[in-house]
């Protein structure tokens, strides 16, 4: 019996090429596009999970009432491990401010990111040397490790884990220092790393004015997490209170808080940062559920349309004393062939697709491996398509009256007409979101793109250096050198660049305490970055106190401080009373999701960070010839880094804040794409068959005077009013969806209206042109074939 019933199967699929092709084309591209989704959800999900820890361990942060930070004081974690028994243990990170060169003879390493760690912090998120986790003995001790791709740059033929001494900075620089062996750099982790410091206590010394580190703790089982979170906030405030004694200043700290935020939400939403990332992913989630979803629609339409042609079929069979229970079995067994072989080209069109897919995401997704989690959930996957697919077309064939089908007189129900009706409404509903949503997306690039960012990041050049410049005086004579190289307009130094993170302090003025946003820079900062002023003018040599307690600020902290007449002003902050010399334009130093902070420039600062990052502005027609001479006069103009001139396009860095747009903008190009390829498919099979129903009736009509052209508009009507149905729903949908999209961003467009006219159009004619090539043979054909047997 199973070899009839696969015999029958297989005729029918090969009788119906057509439909079975569509139905396993269409089906095959959705599940590749589900597969690729599939895998970078539980890639991006899975992050640290190969931690032991992973659900004990959680990052504190400082909530203060302009904004969240992961940074706080080193002293903390300490008292919170004295002062709650629930917390196991707990371990400070700090993350290294500049690039550092490493070198073994000419093998040259220029590491991105070393992270110092105490030994707490290497325990609690299991960071284990190849050697082992040793503890370093004393408190000023570090055992310095290299990530193992690190190693081998400097030793490549290295084939043990013994020590190794290296040189640190130029080669003329004299600084050595010991490598202790190598460790794993988990790339699946929120804790990458060219290198880790590990020592036995970080931050001894420090007081709580000083939020340069990352706390981690590591809770109990059974730990009650928001009680503790009340009680860790409460000890913050107590700690604080020690060096305060200013009534305002005890106020103050009641509108400062800790939170508690976990492991897991570190690498998609972390609380103090950006969820950007998450919501990149639910969206590219949906978009593949709904891919697959509207492959599985087609597949359901067609089989329902197909069903007259299996009426007789199921008729005898039921009179032979087939049940219908094995009828249903039967017909889902079919469709399980068919989602068989649409998986195998799925796969194989996946392969093909991913490396395009890894490069668009940056990320190492391979298919091929044995844990990957894909060979358990393809086959749920398989089995469930086939039976959201095949379910209702299995029970409506099987159910079919022998008695009425045997008579001839069968005919689909109405209730199959509308399901039908209903589905292609919905696939072409949800290709107008797509459309409407790809549209909107290019318009808020384009708006990104063009508009005026207040600063000009063309033929700036960002050196990397690892002298730190704080006092003018040191950075004056490498500024002289620079400018005597031709092309090159100015210089400055500063400790952030634009599309960066600011640092962050605390400022009084116009009688408001508020913490913002502080940049320390140099001369020539304005001019190197092609900045606006407002009022005011911006440091110069020729005010010496300039270098003392001069400020410039920006237009959103005289905004944020009430400020009438900010010029001579005076803004206090680090214990130095700053007076007010200019006001710049508001530039968008970090993008368009973010609103530009309130933001004060100082050349001294004694609470501020380093100043290693020179920008250069470059003459265009000067670029090639400039940089290769600052290459070799580097090792004269700064000889602290030496022979090691490496340098980035600040235009290019700035543009990395548009990544995550970039992505979103290309997976939309592809959902839309499949989304509208898979649904005139189904179109295309549907129209067919609604065609070839009406084949004596079109041959009637003809012989009854009926022109070409009205044959067409009848055919398309009712095909016609279902696509404006589908953009009549998709539109409100689209609308919510792409509104509050671009509620992200700080900066955007006003939502336009021609996204939705031009989807509406796009869907009208390609309806048009599909069911109308798929009418043209009927409408052509010669009435006396459709009509001679009658």
């Not at 919170?80 to 060169?101: D, H, M, R, W, Y």
């Amino acid at each position: 019996m199973f070899r009839l019933n696969l015999k029958i199967a297989l005729r029918n699929l090969w009788r119906n090429k057509t439909i079975t092709a569509i139905n396993v084309g269409g089906l095959a591209i959705a599940l590749a596009a589900f597969i690729l989704v599939t895998m970078y959800f539980t890639y991006e999900t899975s992050f640290d999970k190969t931690n032991p820890n992973y659900k004990k361990v959680y990052v504190v942060g400082i909530t203060y009432p302009e904004f969240k930070t992961n940074y706080t004081a080193a002293p903390f974690a300490k008292a919170i491990k004295q002062n709650f028994p629930e917390v196991e243990s707990a371990g400070i990170i700090k993350e290294g401010s500049f690039e550092l060169t490493i070198k073994n003879g000419k093998n040259t390493l220029f590491t991105k990111n070393i992270l110092a760690v105490d030994y707490n912090a290497a325990k609690i998120l299991d960071i284990k040397p190849e050697n082992g986790l040793v503890k370093p003995e004393g408190d000023t001790e570090r055992l310095n490790y290299l990530s193992s791709k690190s190693m081998k740059i400097l030793f490549p033929n290295k084939t043990d884990n013994k020590p190794e001494i290296v040189g640190y900075g130029a080669s003329n620089s004299g600084i050595t220092g010991i490598i202790a062996g190598s460790i794993k750099n988990n790339l699946h982790s929120n804790f990458t790393f060219d290198g880790i410091s590990i020592a036995s206590q970080l931050g001894t010394g420090d007081n709580y004015d000083m939020n340069d580190y990352t706390i981690y703790i590591q809770l109990k089982p059974g730990t009650d997490v928001a009680d503790l979170e009340r009680k860790i906030t409460a000890l913050y405030r107590t700690e604080l209170l020690k060096s305060k004694t200013d009534k305002k200043a005890i106020d103050e700290l009641k509108g400062i808080s800790t939170f508690l935020d976990p492991l897991s939400n570190q690498h998609l939403r972390p609380k103090a940062g950006n969820d950007a990332p998450y919501k990149i992913l639910i969206a590219l989630s949906v978009l593949g559920i709904f891919i697959l979803v509207i492959a599985c629609i087609n597949f359901t339409n067609l089989s329902i349309a197909q069903a007259a042609k299996r009426a007789k079929e199921v008729g005898i069979k039921k009179v032979m004393g087939a049940y219908r229970s094995q009828l249903t079995v039967q017909f889902l067994a079919e469709i399980f062939i068919q989602c068989f072989v649409a998986t195998i080209f799925a796969l194989i069109l996946a392969e093909l697709v991913l490396p395009y897919f890894n490069s668009l995401f940056q990320i190492p997704l391979s298919i091929w491996y044995i844990s990957n989690d894909l060979f358990w959930q393809l086959p749920l996957i398989l089995c469930l398509i086939t039976i959201i697919a095949g379910i209702y077309p299995a029970l409506a064939l099987s159910g079919f009256k022998p008695a009425l089908v045997l008579k001839g007189n069968f005919s689909a129900s109405k209730q199959s007409s509308w399901l039908r009706n209903g589905l292609l409404v919905f696939q072409f509903s949800i290709a107008v979101i797509f459309i409407i949503g790809l549209l909107i997306i290019n318009a808020q690039l384009k708006y990104m793109r063009s508009q005026d960012l207040g600063f000009t990041a063309n033929q700036v050049v960002y050196i990397k250096n690892i002298t730190i410049f704080n006092k003018p005086d040191k950075f004056e004579p490498v500024r002289d050198k620079i400018l005597k190289i031709p092309g090159i307009k100015s210089a400055t130094v500063a400790t952030f660049i634009p599309g960066g993170t600011n640092g962050v302090n605390s400022y009084t003025a116009n009688g408001l305490k508020a913490n913002i946003d502080f940049v320390d820079v140099d001369f020539d900062y304005l001019k190197t970055l092609d900045l606006k002023l407002k009022e005011g003018r911006f440091f110069s040599n020729e005010f010496k106190t300039d270098t003392l307690n001069a400020a410039v600020i920006n237009e959103s902290a005289v905004v944020k401080y009430g400020i009438k007449h900010p010029i001579g002003e005076t803004i206090r902050g680090c214990n130095i009373d700053y007076k007010i010399v200019g006001v710049i334009k508001d530039f968008k130093t970090q993008g368009f999701e973010s609103p530009v902070q309130p933001t004060i420039y100082t050349i001294r600062n004694p609470c501020g960070g380093y100043k290693l990052q020179i920008m250069l502005k470059i003459s265009e027609n000067r670029m090639a010839d400039a940089l290769a001479a600052l290459k070799a006069q580097w090792p004269q103009i700064n000889p602290q880094d030496g022979e090691d001139f490496r340098y980035e396009f600040l235009d290019e860095l700035y543009g990395k804040l548009f990544k995550k747009q970039e992505q979103l903008q290309s997976v939309f190009l592809a959902a839309a794409f499949l989304t509208i390829f898979i649904a005139i498919l189904g179109l295309f099979a549907f129209a067919k068959y609604i065609t070839t129903g009406r084949i004596k009736e079109i041959a009637l009509r003809k012989i009854l005077g009926a022109s070409h052209l009205q044959i067409f508009k009848l055919i398309n009507s009712s095909f016609f009013v279902m696509v404006l149905i589908a953009n009549t729903i998709s539109w409100p949908l689209a609308y919510i969806l792409t509104k509050k999209w671009l509620e992200t961003f700080a900066y955007r467009i006003e939502l336009p209206l021609f996204p939705f006219l031009i989807s509406a159009a796009l869907t009208i004619l390609l309806t048009i042109i599909t069911v109308s090539i798929q009418a043209n043979s009927a409408v052509k054909a010669n009435p006396v074939d459709a009509l001679k047997y009658e």
